[in-house]
């Protein structure tokens, strides 16, 4: 999907011109993936434009940055200011937001403590995602998702996504939508960017964060609505073949958001169809940030732009 350019982002404090947002290829992150990241998206509702969960976004960003030791020189304050500051400034929504920390133009070893941290935030035109409801047809990937001990799964880092780039391309090449990865014990684990639920006898499952997931703000929402709903939820350790005999099973994530899955392997998840938990949770879901439905978690935060898309 090509980029639709907006005509500002936010760089260390300024916005600049989409154009002038460029490094220089000595940068450490060039080299050694040295970033850390957020997706978040902007929804309309009928009476303006809200951030959905903005606040937990940025300091996921923080924690992501902290593992990595990259110092902010933002609070959590001035980062989501920032971003309601870019959003209003390129004026579009529904969007896409993307802010991103990483190591500049410094030093080129491969300690990065020496290279400037940067910050950036970009935002771009992203409409209501309108899958088709036939459902994705997905496999168990070949790589397994991170270790534990080889790279911190609770940081959103662009390094973890060459572990992701892997699994996707494997899944596009063998004619799936996407690939389901298992952890490092052969349970399962996450797909190369959105985190798994499954029911089973009206139960709902995802898998734990010691399962090498990330620690999704979708999959946070979704277990929030779950819960509220009256939805039993487990949080446990799953083995692949609860996919193959599950009633329902879903991606969750700031880009899927709720996405159910048809088949796994080739083998249909009961007949394929979008189950009454998934139909019931994806609604909850998008009457909240549609605004068709009272934002009872106070979960986006409002932002004036001049033209809906
Ligand atoms: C970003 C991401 C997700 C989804 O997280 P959200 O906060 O819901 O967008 C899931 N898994 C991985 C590996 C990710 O990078």
New binding site residues.
Partial sequence: MPIETTPNIWHNGQLIPWEKAQIHVMSHVIHYGSSVFE?IRAYTQPTGAGIFRLRE?MQ?LIYSAKIYRMPIDYTLDQLCDAVINVVEANGVAPCYIRPIAFRGYGEIGVSPLKSPVEVYIANFPWGKYVAGNDGADVCISSWNRLAPNTMP?LA?AGA??MN?QLIRMEADANGYVEGIALDRNGYLS??????LFLVRDGVLYTTPLANS??N????DSILVLARQMGIPVVEQTLPRELLYICDEAFF????AEVSHLRSVDRIMIADGKMGPITTALHKAFFDIVNGNAPDRYNWLTPVTVASKA
């Avoid at 996450?190 to 985190?195: A, I, K, L, M, T």
């Fill in positions: 997706g976004h996921r799964s959103k973890n996504y992701s996450e797909g190369s960017g959105e985190n997931v990330l999704g703000i979708t999959r969750t994530g700031t880009a």
